[in-house]
């Protein structure tokens, strides 16, 4: 067997592409099948540095114009034809919101920057728990991009510095790796239990993985060298162990792993001997034979185009036809298999063999600026189509129009205009009223209502920086603060308009993932709070130095449970005590510096996400009726018990969202959620005339 080509490594490549696959498509036990992609990034790193360390051994450098050619060859043309149709699926078969989202993910795609953009989305507080992206598995192809954008400039370095002095380019590369691989899984430890949704897409910590398979082609040759009866043995025995690690990786993790991390150390390694264990003079016991057999070979063949096409066909049926698992998954798989086996013989190969791309480096190269050209125009048209007609509708909801019969007796509303305006809504939807136009905001645009905090969005700021950022009105002699998580912030706006009306000088002390209840939450990604204690002790001791004339609490009641002497609780009837206890406790810190102290009664939790039914084809007012979450409620009312048990002033705000089980989606023409939790800047500028009214404050604006 040849260096430069290992049929068992396609066979390899066949068998990370399939864990991969079988995991997305929850199909058998690979609950782990995720470490393919781990798989990948040593092959990767193996194959290309071995070609760099040829060049290198007869040039004693390598050429970048040629290293990046050929990679714009071996990955432009498959990515490219992707991306398209993943776009052209979204328009045509996702809801719009989503669709917009893709052609925006689509650019950093581009760019190679899909890991930065997924890492930025899975840690966004606004973002958790949103639809998977259709083009979220680019990542990979993001870090190993960046890696490859510095490893043959390092190589380059090294070579020139280092190859004399300790015996050769493979040397020299070998020491540099193994720098890259100690610092890399170091940073990778250290992220991974810090921010683990951060280190999984990073790419610094995924580096060691890709150095360690360049590493072990450094060393291929001089273990090549290496005879003796026992070698053979050696080699099988090695590649059977590899083979057993990324095997037990596959069906022992589960996505409640911490990674990467040490654990991606498994598969990395098992990878690292199968591929060290392969070489001329393996046994022929040795897992390599099962490797090369023919239909391993074809499947790795496809390898590249199959990780590209099989998951973006999971996502939009996942979506048309409801969870993708078993039959259902297997059939997405075989069609995937088939759009790869076209793309590798008419896309891949051509854009690698024939003469028009295979010689010279010109044109090769201009595939990178060719690609960015096509793209842009693309999401452009596909953002435009899934625009236009989004405004569109009939008359905005009223109690005098509200999808009624007009043989139908007028309805009885409540007093209260704005409780009656809800009241209309909820008919409005069971009377099959058409869908208002022109709604506010627009629905494909709910991600960006929320609340500004300006230079105050205090998240992922150190303590010790935190700054205080006067609003309202800052000529005021009154001062009004604002303490809680993002529940808190969602009121912001009414809040603003309120102090500004009545001559409050407001601070908002608002941290998004930490309640006002004086306990540490577990955050959306599923750990402790970092910062959480720090942030509710900062704002305690600020609101000692205001001594404000009003203090307003808000409070999500974090329904993923708080962390109680190092354990996690989450079972209703605990949490419920601590939602109780713990807003007490903050209620209980803060009067004694405040003229009055009131806690806004949180909004019941939707249990039907807006945007989905908002932006799907012909929404509907009856598909966006949602039920409240029960356990949402039961929190507000332990935060109202403690109210109550302290002398606080408790505000219902339920009556402004919902009739009984009832909660419309769409208020009027205004869309009363961003998504099921947080309600719109729209809305809740809307309420100020009422929130101020039961605040006992005479609000004109």
């Not at 083009?135 to 870090?143: F, K, M, P, R, T």
């Amino acid at each position: 067997m040849q260096v430069h080509f290992r049929q068992d490594i396609q066979g390899l490549r066949a068998v990370a592409v399939t864990l991969v696959a079988l995991d997305h498509a929850n199909i058998g036990p690979f609950r782990g099948g995720f470490v393919g992609v781990d798989v990948f990034f040593v092959i990767s790193g193996y194959l290309i540095t071995s070609l760099l360390l040829r060049e290198a051994d007869r040039t004693g450098t390598v050429s970048l114009s040629s290293f990046y050619a050929r990679r714009a060859r071996r990955i432009l043309p498959a990515a490219l034809l992707v991306t398209l149709v993943t776009i052209l699926l979204s328009v045509l078969f996702l809801d719009g919101a989503r669709a917009l989202a893709v052609g925006e993910q689509a650019i950093w795609v581009t760019f190679f920057a899909a890991n930065i953009k997924f890492a930025s989305d899975e840690t966004d507080y606004f973002a958790a728990g949103e639809p998977v992206s259709p083009l979220q598995h680019y990542w990979s192809l993001a870090v190993e991009e960046q890696f490859y954008l510095f490893w043959p400039l390092i190589l380059i370095a090294a070579l020139a510095l280092l190859s004399r002095r300790v015996g050769g380019p493979r040397k020299a590369a070998a020491l540099v790796l193994g720098v890259v691989v100690v610092a890399s899984f170091a940073w990778s430890l250290h992220l991974t239990a810090t921010n683990p949704l951060a280190a999984y897409f990073s790419t610094p910590a995924r580096a060691y993985e890709l150095a360690l398979g360049a590493l072990a082609a450094a060393g291929t040759p001089y273990l090549s060298r290496l005879r003796g009866t026992a070698m053979p043995f050696l080699l099988a025995l090695a590649s059977w162990v590899g083979v057993g690690l990324i095997a037990w990786s596959a069906l022992v993790f589960t996505e409640g792993t911490p990674f990467p991390g040490s654990a991606a150390a498994v598969p990395t390694i098992g990878t690292a001997l199968l591929l060290l264990g392969g070489l001329e003079h393996v046994a022929p016991w040795g897992p390599q034979r099962a490797l090369s057999v023919l239909p391993m070979r074809v499947v790795g063949d496809w390898s590249y185009s199959f990780y590209l096409w099989h998951w973006p066909l999971i996502i939009v049926a996942d979506y048309q036809f409801g969870e993708i698992s078993g039959f259902r998954g297997g059939s997405v798989l075989l069609v995937a298999l088939a759009l790869s086996a076209a793309t590798y013989t008419w896309v891949e190969t051509p854009f690698r063999t024939t003469k028009v791309w295979s010689v010279g480096r010109t044109r090769a190269l201009l595939l990178y600026p060719a690609t960015v050209l096509i793209v842009l125009p693309s999401v452009a048209v596909a953002n435009h189509v899934v625009r236009s007609g989004s405004e569109d509708g009939g008359a905005a909801i009223s109690l005098t129009t509200y999808g009624q019969d007009p043989s139908d007796p007028p309805a009885r509303f409540d007093d209260d205009p704005f409780v009656a305006l809800v009241e209309a809504s909820v008919l409005a939807a069971e009377n099959e009223m058409p869908m208002p136009g022109d709604l506010q905001p627009n629905p494909l645009d709910l991600k960006e209502s929320t609340a500004s905090l300006g230079d105050c969005d205090y998240i992922g700021i150190d303590t010790e920086d935190l700054e205080l950022c006067p609003r309202g009105d800052t000529d005021g002699d009154q001062v009004m603060v604002v303490l809680g998580d993002s529940h808190a912030r969602q009121w912001v706006p009414a809040l603003e308009a309120i102090a500004e009306d009545q001559g409050y000088l407001l601070y908002v002390l608002v941290r998004d993932g930490c309640p006002s209840i004086d306990q540490t939450p577990v955050t959306t990604s599923g750990g402790t709070s970092v910062g959480c204690q720090e942030f509710q002790d900062w704002a305690f001791d600020t609101i000692d130095e205001l001594q404000p004339d009003l203090t307003v609490l808000a409070t999500d009641a974090n329904e993923r449970g708080f962390v109680v002497d190092g354990e996690v609780v989450d079972d209703d009837k605990s949490v419920e005590a601590l939602v109780e206890s713990g807003m007490e406790a903050t209620i209980e810190r803060v009067q004694p510096s405040s003229g009055r102290t009131i806690l806004i009664g949180d909004p019941p939790i939707h249990k039907t996400s807006p945007v989905d039914c908002l932006t799907r084809d012909d929404p509907t007012l009856l598909g966006c009726l949602s039920e409240p979450t029960r356990r949402s409620e039961r929190m507000m009312r332990a935060t109202k018990r403690a109210a109550e048990t302290t002398g606080a002033e408790f505000i219902i705000t339920r009556p402004w969202f919902c009739v009984e089980d009832k909660c419309p989606t769409v208020v009027g023409r205004m869309v009363t959620h961003r998504d099921v939790e947080h309600i719109t800047v729209e809305y809740a500028t809307y309420l100020a005339p009422k929130l101020a009214e039961k605040m006992q404050l005479d609000y004109s604006g």
